[in-house]
């Protein structure tokens, strides 16, 4: 693991994120993350591992590894395998995002089938390991008791199943709802923007349009009067099945199939070729463990390294550009490949409370602490439609970058005309944009290692050495 | 024993009885449908990662004894 991250942990090293469960609590051990379970959760601990249902989980990849490390009579310390990289429901593609869901109910499923239950089905339990999404949250699951109702069900629907319908008709942008919802969307909210026609569907309309209906008529009842209704597990089973099908069918309406961006380049594939070349090039020698490729589309160019470098993540704002880059991951079976979707111009806040449950994206970039940082095809975007000044952007490369491979496409590049073009009268307030600019405006955090232009294109590639 | 650290919602509690029926029905229907169809030989083979909830478990009793029962 990289360095500890301080703005994660409290003066006890106790990882914010996971206070809400008394069951047990994260805590960094040096650079190491660790849980304790408290004694609270002993049973259901030690049930869980006596009887081979975390081996099973485990052994299929489904729940993230864990040793244990020290056992005593007031906690168990367990060790969970290190994820280099923790991504966000927010930062999800569609495709990722139905995955961790079907992954979360396929749990269920399993867990009922197995005298347990998942106690809570919050869409943070999950995040992206190793190519697949991953269980992170060991101390989820509870003993079943015959005939309830699945407690974490309300959770799934606010976490999950609203999120997805909801994307179905408005796009992927809902997922950025979560930002500001972190105990998922409220139920009431999704029901009135979901469209009319949705309460002819019977698994939305009784999922969503009448959970709400019930939950506004009875959150008046104050003392816990009303009798909780049973559920045999068969029921229970039904529920989690048809949600399975309901979601694994689940496509966006707006489904803009994506449209192969590097079809629509503006150089030869000669030069595409030459700049895929002087990458490798320039990576190999440097031997990094970790590489992030900002603005990475679906991760074509991170591709050309990813069999020297250990752990890659691509990042993209367009969230069809991340579905299919996932979707490559998932057929080529790549293990250290890891892509999200993230807007440079407004990458994600730290969240929940105190600010620090979730953290901004620059922490965890921070924490992750790429060798390499590669910005392709990216500085006229923040420069030219964000406004953003060669020294802004160059200060926030310099936040997680010790080395920033990035490139400059020249004014005389036919999308630098473009973008400068659609400037119309302002035009002139972007004089600023020329190669000696940006040199100056990078030099105040990196210093110029290595320059070339592309061949047969009007593009500078830069390697770059934080001072 | 439950810890109800988070509020389950009540109304979530209750309409999982009415979620279930209707959920029930689909998935009897769905069945029947894909009787009729592989009765036609009009399957087809699905290939994804997520194709059924259940957990590929060879250990699992349960899926063997569905197995004897075929």
């Known amino acids: 693991m990289s360095t500890k991250n301080n703005t994660a942990t409290t003066l006890a090293g106790v990882h914010e994120a996971s206070f809400r469960d008394p069951s047990g609590y994260m805590f960094y051990d040096g650079d190491t993350l660790r849980r304790v379970i408290n004694p609270i959760y002993?049973?259901?601990?030690?049930?869980?591992?006596?009887?081979?249902?975390?081996?099973?989980?485990?052994?299929?990849?489904?729940?993230?590894?864990?040793?244990?490390t020290s056992v005593a009579d007031d906690k168990i310390v367990i060790t969970p395998e290190p994820i280099p990289f923790i991504t966000n429901p927010y930062e999800w593609s569609f495709q990722q995002y139905k995955h961790a869901a079907?992954?979360?109910?396929?749990?269920?499923?399993?867990?009922?089938?197995?005298?347990?239950?998942?106690k809570d089905a919050s869409a943070y339990n999950v995040t992206f390991h190793k190519g697949k999404p991953v269980f992170i949250d060991t101390l989820s699951f509870d003993f079943y008791e015959e005939g309830t109702p699945?407690?974490?069900?309300?959770?799934?629907?606010?976490?999950?199943?609203?999120?997805?319908?909801?994307?179905?008709?408005?796009?992927?942008?809902?997922?950025?709802?979560?930002?500001?919802?972190?105990?998922?969307?409220?139920?009431?909210?999704?029901?009135?923007?979901?469209?009319?026609?949705?309460?002819?569907?019977?698994?939305?309309?009784?999922?969503?349009h009448l959970l709400a209906k019930m939950e506004s008529k009875h959150s008046e009842d104050y003392k816990a009067e009303t009798k909780v209704a049973r559920l045999s597990k068969k029921q229970q089973s039904n529920i989690l099945e048809s949600l399975f099908n309901f979601i694994k069918k689940l496509e966006l309406n707006e489904s803009t199939e994506w449209g192969n961006y590097y079809d629509k380049t503006n150089y030869e594939a000669a030069a595409f070729e030459g700049k895929k070349k002087l990458?490798?090039?320039?990576?190999?020698?440097?031997?990094?463990?970790?590489?992030?490729?900002?603005?990475?589309?679906?991760?074509?160019f991170a591709r050309t390294v990813l069999d020297t470098v250990p752990d890659v993540l691509v990042t993209d704002i367009d969230s069809n550009a991340v579905d299919y880059n996932y979707t490559q991951v998932q057929e080529n079976k790549e293990t250290n490949m890891l892509p999200f979707v993230c807007d440079v111009l407004q990458p994600a806040p730290g969240i929940g409370f105190n600010n620090t449950e979730r953290n901004s994206l620059?922490?965890?970039?921070?924490?992750?602490?790429?060798?390499?940082?590669?910005?392709?095809?990216?500085?006229?975007?923040?420069?030219?439609?964000?406004?953003?000044?060669?020294?802004?952007?160059?200060?926030?490369?310099?936040?997680?970058?010790?080395t920033l491979i990035i490139e400059f496409p020249k004014r005389e590049d036919s999308w630098v005309e473009s973008l400068l073009v659609r400037k119309r009268e302002f035009m002139n307030h972007f004089d600023f944009y020329n190669e000696t600019n940006f040199e100056t405006g990078y030099n105040q955090f990196f210093t110029i290692e290595k320059k070339e232009t592309v061949p047969g294109t009007k593009r500078v590639l830069y390697l770059l050495k934080r001072k | 024993m439950n810890f109800l650290y988070f509020d389950p919602g009540l109304g979530a509690m209750i309409v999982q009885a009415v979620v279930a029926a209707a959920a029930g029905v689909l998935l009897f229907s769905k069945n029947a449908w894909y009787k009729v169809k592989a009765f036609f030989g009009l399957l087809k083979e699905e290939d994804d990662t997520y194709d059924s909830i259940d957990i590929d478990d060879k250990e699992d009793t349960e899926t063997n004894l569905d197995e004897h029962k075929k």
Do not use: C
């Not at chain 1, 259901?44 to 591992?49: F, S, T, V």
């Not at chain 1, 990458?279 to 074509?300: A, F, K, S």
């Not at chain 1, 006229?380 to 200060?395: Q, R």
């Open chain 1, 150 to 208: 699945w407690r974490a069900y309300k959770q799934f629907i606010t976490h999950f199943f609203g999120p997805l319908v909801l994307a179905k008709y408005h796009g992927t942008d809902i997922f950025k709802m979560l930002q500001t919802h972190i105990d998922g969307i409220p139920v009431k909210l999704i029901s009135s923007m979901l469209p009319g026609k949705t309460k002819l569907s019977a698994t939305i309309h009784t999922n969503i």
């Open chain 1, 362 to 402: 620059i922490e965890r970039l921070k924490e992750y602490n790429p060798d390499i940082t590669m910005a392709l095809a990216l500085i006229h975007h923040i420069t030219l439609s964000g406004n953003v000044p060669f020294v802004k952007s160059a200060e926030f490369f310099a936040k997680f970058s010790g």
């Open chain 1, 42 to 68: 002993f049973p259901q601990y030690n049930k869980l591992k006596e009887s081979g249902f975390f081996k099973t989980l485990i052994k299929q990849g489904l729940l993230i590894p864990h040793t244990e």
């Open chain 1, 279 to 300: 990458i490798r090039e320039w990576v190999t020698p440097l031997t990094p463990q970790r590489l992030i490729d900002v603005g990475g589309n679906d991760g074509t």
């Open chain 1, 102 to 118: 079907l992954h979360t109910l396929r749990l269920q499923k399993y867990a009922l089938s197995n005298g347990f239950i998942l």
